[in-house]
């Protein structure tokens, strides 16, 4: 493992620590899209089918479980948690993130690596992956007013991607054969679609004022 892709690791765990902190602390989910939420949870659910019959290492299975229970936990909390539900915006999470599925799955079933069941599952939470913030940023563009732990989330999950691709680059230029299209595509374009949020991130760090994002 190089150091980019376990900076990617700390990140994406970070983004998920940041959130939870947000939700048990402060007892709120205000500005965080369940629809988003819940599109991760079935990207985590599906990529990691052979946890329990492939073992890869200690870290692996412990980052998978962590990925997998932080994920439902989240949804849960949002849905059913009698405090945090409350904070919920449901007015505002519109985004119709059911019609992202189909798609993905039959991108999947077409384009994939290997037609095996655990593969095209694999190839259908790359696709999902890449679009699944497309709730949280269309519901942050709506609220516009962006807490410090939102946008923090939000941010990291964007890093957390974007030290991917630099470890894809490395392993690219030290390994033989290093070649995979389909996660190398899907996590550009999930890194294009930050783009936009990263600009008015710094912008706001940079001037020290509040983070909106323009309607």
Not at 62 to 78: D, E, H, P, R, T
Not at 80 to 92: C, E, I, L, M, T
Request: glycine content about 4%; aromatic content about 18%.
């Amino acid at each position: 493992m190089n150091i980019f892709r376990l900076a990617g690791d700390m990140t994406h765990l970070a983004s998920v620590l940041v959130l939870l902190l947000k939700i048990h602390t402060i007892k709120s989910c205000a500005g965080i899209s369940l629809k988003t939420q819940e599109l991760y949870a079935i990207v985590f659910a599906s990529r990691y089918l052979d946890i329990f019959t492939d073992f890869i290492s200690l870290y692996n299975t412990l980052m998978k479980l962590i990925f997998l229970g932080s994920s439902f936990s989240i949804v849960w909390y949002m849905r059913s948690h009698n405090v945090v539900r409350r904070s919920y915006d449901k007015a505002q999470d519109t985004f119709r993130h059911y019609f992202i599925l189909l798609p993905c799955l039959l991108l999947a079933l077409f384009i994939h690596e290997k037609f095996t069941f655990k593969e095209v599952m694999w190839t259908f939470s790359l696709y999902l992956e890449a679009v699944a913030i497309l709730p949280q940023l269309v519901l942050l563009q709506r609220t516009r007013n962006i807490d410090n732990l939102t946008g923090q989330y939000v941010f990291l999950l964007g890093a957390y991607r974007g030290l991917y691709i630099l470890n894809w680059v490395y392993r690219y230029l030290t390994e033989p054969h290093y070649v995979h299209w389909i996660p190398w595509i899907s996590g550009i374009v999930q890194t294009l679609l930050y783009a936009d949020f990263f600009y008015y991130y710094f912008d706001s760090w940079k001037n020290n004022k509040k983070l909106q994002l323009p309607p």
